[in-house]
């Protein structure tokens, strides 16, 4: 966490929490306290599994929670617009589409079904670029190929478009606004080994030339093939946050959760961790993880706080100094 | 336990996705049949799993020719085999609780004096605990309910068990804990098993052996990966 960004961030997330009020004056903590940075040119993946919060935290930076959230703590876009106290009017007219890209979760649900992927691509780029007339041809068959969609599928429904195709269609249209910073949810769901690859591959292009990236993923491959840094979640918290290189080769993850879900991959042990996450509405008072976890014992009942990078009390001194060790941009 | 003699199955009969495709697996045995996306080995899964008439060619389920595919075939034949499919959202009933989910094959089959034991068992295996279990699929996540579809997939006790992506939505611990679960049962009951999927990794770890679909599919050149069907 302490890692120097060498530019401004573009985004800087402070004690983010997410709540959700339920009936009964029941509370869903769905995201508490996330803090992180992401400069420009860099992937951040955020990793965990289904219904950890990673995609409330992403809704969350889009302003696209429903009613009963209530949310606190800052998300600063670019040093000037704090998106959790920004209204609906300066989201919808200045933020989304063009200063945060969305490359949705299921591709195929998100293009608008009863017209052609050229028809939206045509649409967003009126209303995000003020191209107007002939111009608009050739500015949406630049679009498409921006993101490698080939030009003669433009004329074709979201149905007749392959998983792959789809899901670069769902980028061309993020990529239009120019914004600074992408927000890929689960990119990769559904898709095989190969179109991963490729999907991921192209965001990392896209890093590559200037924009930050937030990948949410549970999909460890995916985020070890293109991510700078890896932050890790569970019950709604991030408990590390690491340099990439260093998660998925050597030292490895420190926290216990990360290490079990590191060693469930069926390249490495495949054993899964015992049990199952909490429920986010019923969480304990202590580590959320205590409960799974092979090294837990009393200090346990109490929340440890998040330093050098980790959350757990089990830190023993050597593993406490790695995150010290200056880690490379 | 299983063989797949020359089949030919799809959507149109004068373009079928599966050509002339041949496999076996053998009692005991598990193969992982490894294809991209959209080739055409979901539809040899429902092929195998008595869910989809092949146009041609023929199948042999635990020494008996398959005769009849969906309701047409034989209670014996239909629950002889267990699916397990990718998506447990479109493989739940919404309105039944995990529990019903569960109990579900017990009760179609006139069994439910061996429901209460039957489920508490298989819940205890799959790790699903009491509360969860009286709660209906949208209360639940997806790994959760992947868990109750694949206990419902075994609460028959069936010879052949059918994996068909079953943990492509999953996370790699949830992903572990569910083969864990299979290879118990396989285990126990001597059960065969055909897990269909795209990750190479995860299907040799698990299974005696792996076939590649281009290996079966011998009448044409390998089909560009195209459909997000898995």
């Given at each position: 966490m302490k890692k120097t960004s060498p530019a401004r961030p573009v985004l800087s997330v402070a004690g983010l929490s997410v709540r959700f009020r339920m009936r009964g004056g029941r509370h869903v903590a769905a995201v508490t306290d996330a803090t992180f940075d992401l400069a420009a040119g860099e992937c951040l993946a955020l990793v965990g599994e289904s219904g950890c919060?990673?995609?409330?935290?992403?809704?969350?930076?889009?302003?696209?929670?429903?009613?009963?959230?209530?949310?606190?703590?800052?998300a600063v876009l670019d040093g000037d617009t704090d998106l959790v106290t920004a209204g609906e009017r300066v989201l919808a007219r200045t933020v989304r589409g063009r200063r945060i890209g969305l490359v949705p979760q299921s591709p195929a649900a998100h293009l608008t079904p009863v017209r052609t992927v050229r028809a939206q691509l045509e649409e967003t780029l009126r209303e995000l670029t003020g191209v107007r007339g002939p111009a608009v041809g050739p500015a949406a068959r630049a679009a498409a190929g921006r993101a490698a969609f080939p030009a003669d599928h433009l004329d074709r429904y979201p149905h007749e478009l392959s998983g792959g195709l789809a899901q670069r269609a769902a980028t061309a249209l993020a990529l239009i606004g120019d914004a600074p910073l992408l927000l890929a949810d689960?990119?990769?769901?559904?898709?095989?080994?190969?179109?991963?690859?490729?999907?991921?591959?192209?965001?990392?292009?896209?890093?590559?030339?200037?924009?930050?990236?937030?990948?949410?993923?549970?999909?460890?491959?995916?985020?070890?093939?293109?991510?700078?840094r890896v932050a890790v979640m569970y019950a709604g918290r991030i408990v590390e946050l690491a340099d990439a290189e260093r998660f998925f080769g050597r030292p490895g993850p420190r926290h216990p959760y990360a290490r079990g879900l590191l060693e469930a991959l069926p390249e490495r042990e495949f054993a899964p961790i015992p049990g199952m996450p909490p429920e986010l509405a019923d969480l304990p008072a202590g580590c959320a993880f205590a409960a799974r976890c092979p090294r837990a014992d009393e200090r346990c009942g109490l929340q440890p706080s998040f330093e050098n990078g980790v959350a757990c009390h089990h830190l023993t001194g050597v593993e406490i100094h790695r995150a010290e060790e200056p880690a490379d941009a | 336990m299983l063989e797949l003699n020359r089949v030919t199955a799809g959507y149109d009969r004068r373009d079928p996705v599966v050509r002339d495709v041949s496999l076996a697996v053998a009692p005991g045995e598990s193969v992982g049949l490894l294809g991209p996306s959209g080739c055409g080995k979901s539809t040899l899964a429902r092929v195998a799993a008595l869910l989809h008439r092949p146009d041609a060619g023929s199948v042999v389920l635990?020494?008996?020719?398959?005769?009849?595919?969906?309701?047409?075939?034989?209670?014996?034949?239909?629950?002889?085999?267990?699916?397990?499919?990718?998506?447990?959202?479109?493989?739940?009933?919404?309105?039944?609780?995990?529990r019903e989910l569960i109990a579900q094959p017990l009760r179609s089959t006139g069994r439910r004096h061996e429901v209460a034991v039957r489920v508490a068992e298989l819940a205890?295996?799959?790790?699903?605990?009491?509360?969860?279990?009286?709660?209906?699929?949208?209360?639940?996540?997806?790994?959760?309910?992947?868990?109750a579809c694949l206990a419902r997939a075994l609460v028959l006790r069936p010879g052949l068990l059918i994996c068909d992506e079953m943990t492509a939505m999953l996370d790699a611990s949830t992903t572990a804990a569910l083969v864990s679960v299979v290879e118990a049962y396989r285990a126990e009951s001597g059960a065969a098993l055909l897990a269909v999927g795209h990750d190479r990794v995860l299907l040799e770890r698990w299974c005696d052996r792996t076939v590649r679909w281009e290996e079966l599919d011998g009448t044409r050149e390998p089909a560009e990966a195209v459909g997000a069907r898995g």
């Open positions: 919060g990673k995609s409330v935290l992403a809704s969350a930076l889009l302003g696209l929670l429903p009613a009963n959230a209530e949310t606190s703590g800052a689960e990119p990769t769901t559904g898709l095989d080994r190969e179109l991963v690859e490729r999907t991921v591959d192209e965001l990392r292009r896209h890093t590559d030339r200037g924009r930050a990236l937030l990948l949410i993923t549970h999909d460890l491959a995916a985020a070890g093939r293109i991510a700078d | 635990a020494g008996a020719p398959v005769k009849g595919w969906r309701y047409r075939a034989p209670q014996e034949q239909r629950t002889a085999v267990g699916v397990v499919f990718q998506q447990p959202r479109l493989s739940a009933d919404p309105r039944l609780s995990l205890r295996e799959v790790g699903l605990t009491g509360e969860l279990l009286d709660r209906r699929p949208h209360a639940v996540s997806d790994g959760q309910l992947q868990r």
